[in-house]
């Protein structure tokens, strides 16, 4: 701690330098926080998805409708606890900037499939089942557009209805939220039949299948069950767990975990160069100063942990700046994309990883010099004097 | 006649208030010699020196550039090790010491001070006095205390809190005294420490030293081109060569 003081002046010996590393290690952190973040609301449906879940899609294309029949078939398999649907409705609220996930459902089975990641008060829930063009909508929802019981939303969808009108009008009968940390409460959920009855097309259509299966140990037996009973018919399927069908869905947008990773990686590594550099750059400079402090008595290993001691005050200084900004950024934006990207939000996993690299990059920056420091000849640097 | 026998015979001629306690050797050299490699080859640079040096003494080391009176000097602050030869100060033989033996016995036993003054630029005055008391274990309103007096001592308690930048030559090489000064060492080594400065701050500087020598009983050994600065010690040694010539 007595030698702090002296590392301090050290390093603000060179405010420019100093503050120029420290901001382009900020930055380099606050992408770490910002892509991290976002790669993990796109995986967070994968790590929160059911073990006892599986998702049944057309074997071509999830944008291909499934018979509302199969769900029958289905539900009668062995091994299969209860089985639902679910279709893609594609609708916006008022502008089309407000875009959310409203899924027509069998309100008797959605909940309980769903129940151990979401609640509905069964009030609520009896009130939905009784109004036909009732809908429950999540928490996020309600937050973001002040909605409450009782209001009337129309939606324009991209099914028109049987009259011609895209314009689809729900009334909320119930609020639902979240009972695990992560649980998506982004959608509406309103009656399947009432979809089904008041489009112009598709009707006797569903878009996926979702299967509750008894034994967890026994959902690849399940899906392989399913995908065989639909086997060389006109739309055969393809049945996956839970967890991959997420995966999968959200590697429609891309790989965005090797993306980020990819970028990151590219950035830490410019980030190791700089900083190296100059860490580099600023021991050389005061080479003779290091052997003058071994000249009055400061052992090697003092010499080359001040040195690291430097580096990783610069690292850990920018680094916590960065994941703070990035923190604060996150934050903000949560609140704005709530419906759009449920689950955005900077985790204390991604803070600790953050700081394990600040750490990590601050000792590989300051290695070099550091150890230059410990093997420092006192009378040939005293000779550059 | 050898030139540690010079030395003693040198000491009782001084007067007695400024008498150096005969017999009480701080350090001695014994057939000390110091080789470099240069590539394949060895070069001398220091050849069987044998010097007695009394405690309290003042010594200046002459001798033209390149007759290894910095290696001497080296050799003396635990800086570098002998090639041969047996190499005693205050009792212990730090010839045979390893590298981090050399780093805490030089804390505690030497100062040094050097033409350039060699001082912190990032510190105040004062911060650089305290440098060597870092490595003790005074609290730091001891430290503080040692620093005051050091500074004190070398007529600069007014400038503790400046910064070398805003410091002159002669005040710089003042603090850079102190801060030799102030863990209290047996043996204080100067490396050139008026080569930089002007005829009356030299002066100044060495009369300084004088009385740190004659008030303080600091052993003093310096290194100087300059036979005036060479005046103001007890003895003189001169080397030419690697090799001890006749003071």
Known sequence: MKYFYFIFKNLTRKKVRTSLTILSIMVAFLLFGLLRSLSAAFDGGAEIAGEDRLVTIHKVSIIQPLPQSYLAKVQALTGVEKATTANWFGGYYQEKKNQFAQFPVLADDYFDIYKDLIKLPPAQLESWKKNRVGAVVGRALVDKYHWKIGDRIPLIGMFPQKNGSTTWEFVIEGIYDAKTQGADTSAMLFHYDYFDKSRQFGEGTIGWLIIKVKDPKQSAQVAAAVDALFENSFAETKTNSEKDFAKSFAKQFGDIGLITTLILGAVFFTMLLVAGNTMAQSFRERIPEFAILKTLGFSDVTVMLMVLCESLVVCVFGGILGLMLAKFIITGAAVEFAATLPGLGMSWKIMGMGLVLVILLGFITGAAPAIQGLRLNIISALRRN | ?247
């Open chain 2, 1 to 247: 006649m050898s030139n540690s026998a010079t030395l003693e015979k040198s000491a009782k001629e001084v007067p007695a208030s400024n008498e150096v306690l005969a017999n009480d050797v701080l350090v001695s050299l014994t057939n000390i010699s110091k080789t470099y490699k240069k590539g394949k080859e060895l070069v001398p640079v220091l050849t069987d020196i044998n010097v007695k040096i009394q405690r309290g003494d003042f010594v200046a080391l002459m001798g033209p550039s390149g007759s290894g009176k910095t290696t001497l000097l080296n050799l003396l602050g635990g800086l570098d090790n002998p090639s041969a030869g047996e190499l005693i100060i205050a009792g212990q033989r730090i010839d045979k010491f390893s590298s981090s033996q050399l780093t805490k016995w030089r804390a505690q036993n030497v100062g040094f001070i050097f033409q350039f003054y060699n001082l912190m630029p990032v510190l105040s005055a004062e911060k650089n006095v305290e440098l060597p008391l870092l490595l003790t274990n005074l609290t730091s309103k001891e430290r503080k205390a040692h620093v005051a007096a050091a500074l004190d001592l070398v007529g600069l308690a007014d400038r503790a809190k400046h910064y070398p930048s805003e410091l002159s030559g002669g005040q710089e090489q003042r603090v850079a005294i102190a801060r030799a000064l102030v863990s209290d060492p047996n043996l204080l080594l100067c490396d050139e420490p008026t080569g930089d400065l002007d005829r009356a701050t030299a002066d100044e500087i060495l009369a300084l030293m004088q009385e740190l020598n004659q008030e303080q009983q600091k052993t003093i050994v310096m290194v100087t081109h300059d036979p005036r600065a060479a005046d103001h010690a007890r003895h003189t040694l001169h080397l030419d060569k690697g090799k001890l010539i006749q003071e």
